[in-house]
Every structure is written in C-alpha cells, then in structure tokens.
C-alpha cells in the first residue's frame, strides 16, 4: 500500500463537525432575541424598583420582593442562554405567570407576547437538554 494523501476514515468526515458560534450550543435565535429582550426588561425594571425603596416601609418590602423576581428571572435567562432543560420549565412558570396577569389586567399586548413567546419556547423545546 502506498501512503496517500487521504485519511484512513476518507475525506467525508473532514467538514462534519464545525464549531457553533455561538459556544458549542446550537441555540435558536429566536431563544437570544428572547434572552436579550428579557436583560433589557430586567435592567428597565431596577429603576421603579430602587425608587420604590427609597419609599421605606411596606414599599420597600414588595421591592425587595421583586428584586428577587428580577434575580430569578436573570438566572433563567442565563439558563435559557445555555440550553438548560430546567431553565425552560422555569421559563414556563414565569411566562405563564405573566399571561396570567395580563389576562387579569385585560392588557392585550401582554397576552399576546407572552403568548407567542410560550408558543416559541414549545416549539423549540425538543433542542434543550
């Protein structure tokens, strides 16, 4: 046998595995655009919740209460970023929470985005590990 230029597996394997660009995840855009919407509400929402602090007493108290869903929210966004499984389960509850209120709220716009971004979650919940 003479060596070659050719690997003993062939030249079909040579391009089958790429890198991703985004890490080594395979996310769907439309799980970024969510993630990335999600930061900007997030860092939207600390001013009325500082604000609400600088009242003291029982304002204070639901601030603190949703500082805390803020931080949630961040650590399912960043698991969302990741792919995690766990993170869509709890992306689930929020958003559904949130399709709740504004059901309650009659606030339409609301319903519809938390809607559509369920749906979305659903239909790509097959690529989460």
Do not use: E
């Amino acid at each position: 046998m003479q060596p070659g230029p050719r690997s003993s597996r062939g030249n079909s394997t040579r391009h089958s595995r790429r890198p991703s660009s985004t890490g080594g995840t395979d996310r769907p855009l439309g799980v970024t655009i969510i993630c990335g919407l999600g930061i900007l509400g997030i860092l939207v929402s600390f001013l009325p919740i500082f604000q609400l602090l600088g009242i003291g007493g029982v304002a204070a108290t639901i601030a603190l209460f949703l500082f805390g869903l803020n931080i949630a929210h961040l650590v399912v966004i960043i698991g969302l970023l990741n792919m995690s499984a766990t993170a869509l389960t709890w992306a689930y509850v929020f958003y559904g929470i949130g399709l709740l209120f504004d059901l309650i709220m009659f606030n339409l716009i609301g319903v519809l985005v938390s809607g559509i971004i369920l749906f979305y979650l659903a239909s790509v919940s097959h690529k989460f590990t």
